[in-house]
């Protein structure tokens, strides 16, 4: 199984020219389609999605991942489901590491000590969630991309606007004449 596709807007290197990254982008936007249920955090969802909350913290999960999804112009409310999943997930990754603060690494099962099921179990919680969040872009790598991505372009705008608003000559210090 390979890995899923990066969206348009975190395609690096020269393989593809930026009207071609930009053609692209627009068409995910678009495919994506509106987060107006994600702006609105619990109260977007249906009743159906939201008994697929276990508890509370997933709830709160819940909420908190759909507002900043909702600023991601990658995610929409197509993703609802994913992120339920993931506030879920996240959820139980606490009840699991509570349980080792309770029990430590070592329980004993009569007098034999045994290792604690629950840090296994929140080794799989982890490794869960890294597949959520990078099926959705919101892995460290995916992240840190679309950061210097976007310092690029901003730098790239700046850069152009530097030369063509004749700004270059007071940034550097040069005074403009009409001298003939």
């Known amino acids: 199984m390979g890995r899923h596709n990066k969206p348009a807007s975190q395609l690096q290197g020269n393989h593809k020219s930026q009207a071609e990254k930009k053609r692209l982008v627009k068409f995910e936007q678009e495919t994506v389609g509106a987060s107006d249920r994600l702006e609105q955090g619990l109260d977007g969802l249906y009743d159906q999605e939201l008994n697929q ?15 900043e999804a909702h600023k991601s112009s990658a995610l929409g409310n197509i993703h609802i489901s994913d992120l339920i999943d993931l506030a879920n997930e996240m959820s139980l990754l606490k009840e699991y590491e509570e349980d080792i603060k309770i029990y430590k690494r070592i329980i004993f099962v009569g007098e034999k000590p ?9 080794q ?5 969630i890294g597949v959520i969040k990078s099926r959705l872009g919101l892995g460290a790598v995916d992240i840190v991309t679309l950061a210097r991505q976007k310092a690029e372009m901003n730098e790239t705008d700046g850069l152009t606007n530097l030369f063509t608003k004749d700004i270059a000559g007071k940034a550097f210090g040069e005074e403009t004449t009409n001298e003939v």
């Not at 276990?54 to 819940?62: I, K, L, S, T, V």
């Not at 045994?114 to 929140?122: D, E, Q, T």
């Not at 799989?124 to 869960?128: G, M, N, Q, R, Y």
């Open 53 to 67: 909350l276990r508890d509370g913290n997933a709830e709160y999960n819940y909420d908190i991942l759909a507002w």
């Open 124 to 128: 799989d919680s982890l490794k869960t």
């Open 114 to 122: 045994v290792p604690n099921p629950a840090i296994k179990m929140r």
